[in-house]
């Protein structure tokens, strides 16, 4: 198997619940080394209520690929053996609260001094400057803050969250990205850089179409249509829902000949993009009316044929076992060391050299500690006890 893109840099991460965790397992899907800090008794995920055998299936997806040790941060002793590692490294990357690791005595000045071309990367709730920078932040304040939650659902409902903590995955993905982009600006000039990424930075990015219908007009809720395109909803099957769209004039067209009526093709309404979506509500009924008399399997099949895009509403359950997610590779098998055979999401980097890859789960608390301190630091077996012994590791 082929090193990854990113063999031979290390990175200490001192992250917890999702969005750090998910930027360490992107870079180690890409042959990062990154050796995941925990204080003695776990980071929080560890301990939520979904778990296969006390093993938390969060923690678990969270933080393949990873290297795991415990180090008590708060401790003398521990700020040395942490300083004496970031000499060692490419990387730190956390997702404390600003000023945190300032007091702690191990923020970026520190590491610097120790290491001045280390690469430190923190991604927040704020930021570490604004009037928010000192306030928690979860995926769904930040969706409540961007207009996201406000914007989500239809005319009358109150605010609706996306299920998926898309901010906290997004925040992961450009935590990664700004360090990668770090690494390559390291190699060809030799420095390291201070990254800055905020959840709430990410979640306005987010907002950049809608803000442009903004631009020159109001924006509201639009339940799952849009305004720019129609037919662009979710209609009614037999056996469930689907999703249709269809936005150039020739596919509207080939449509309605398989399956509307000669005045349907002949509506001066339904004729050209930008009178459909002034007439969406035509638009809907049409599809509608068709849509509700087939299964999804037939809707799907007379789309595509036209030309347009179209898929079922699934499940979860059903998404998984999707023949194009098998295809892609997108669930894998690991192997954790106490629950044995454990399925978790393949990695979406797919390149021809240098792919991303899952090779492990997240796995139990300190299950590095010794090879680490052995092999990596140089600890002796003695001194290894002792670390336990005093509650430092």
């Keep these: ?129 604004g009037p928010y920078k000192n306030d928690a932040a979860y995926d769904t304040t930040i969706q409540a803050l961007t207009g996201m939650m406000d914007l989500t659902g239809f005319p009358g409902d109150p605010p609706i969250r996306s299920a998926p903590a898309i901010i906290d995955i997004s925040a992961g993905v450009f935590t990664a990205m700004a360090i990668i982009t770090a690494l390559f600006h390291k190699e060809r000039t030799g420095h390291g850089q201070r990254i800055d990424i905020s959840m709430l930075d990410v979640g306005v990015n987010y907002m950049i179409g809608l803000y442009s219908q903004l631009q020159v007009g109001n924006v509201e809720k639009q339940g799952n249509a849009i305004p720019v395109l129609a037919p662009y909803n979710v209609y009614k099957a037999k056996d469930g829902w689907v999703v249709i769209v269809i936005g150039e004039d020739a596919k509207w067209e080939a449509f309605i000949k398989k399956i509307g009526t000669p005045a349907d093709l002949d509506d001066d309404r339904l004729k050209l993009l930008k009178d459909r979506t002034a007439h969406s509500d035509i638009v809907d009924r049409i599809v509608s009316d068709w849509s509700i008399k087939n299964t999804m399997e037939y809707d799907v099949a007379i789309v595509k044929e036209c030309g347009g895009a179209a898929c079922p509403v699934k499940k979860l359950e059903d998404m998984i076992s999707d023949p194009q997610v098998i295809a892609r590779n997108m669930i894998v098998n690991t192997k954790h060391p106490t629950i044995g055979n454990f399925k978790t999401i393949g990695s979406a980097l797919k390149m021809s050299e240098t792919p991303g890859i899952i090779k492990s789960p997240g796995l139990p608390l300190g299950y590095n500690n010794d090879e680490f301190y052995e092999n990596v630091m140089h600890f002796s077996a003695h001194f290894i006890n002792n670390l336990k012994k005093e509650k430092v590791i």
């Design 1 to 129: 198997m082929a090193a990854g893109a990113l063999d031979g840099i290390r990175v200490l991460e001192c992250s917890f619940h999702l969005n750090g965790p998910y930027a360490g397992r992107l870079l180690a899907e890409l042959g990062a080394e990154v050796i995941k800090v925990e204080p003695p008794f776990g980071e929080p995920n560890r301990h939520n209520s979904a778990t296969i055998n006390g093993e938390s299936t969060f923690f678990m997806n969270y933080n393949s690929n990873k290297k795991f040790i415990t180090l008590n941060l708060k401790s003398d002793k521990g700020k040395e053996i942490f300083l004496d590692m970031v000499k060692i490294s490419d990387v730190v990357l956390d997702n404390f609260r600003p000023g945190v690791m300032d007091r702690l005595g191990i923020g970026y000045e520190a590491q610097k001094r120790v290491n001045p071309n280390i690469i430190y990367a923190t991604s927040t709730g704020f930021g570490y400057t």
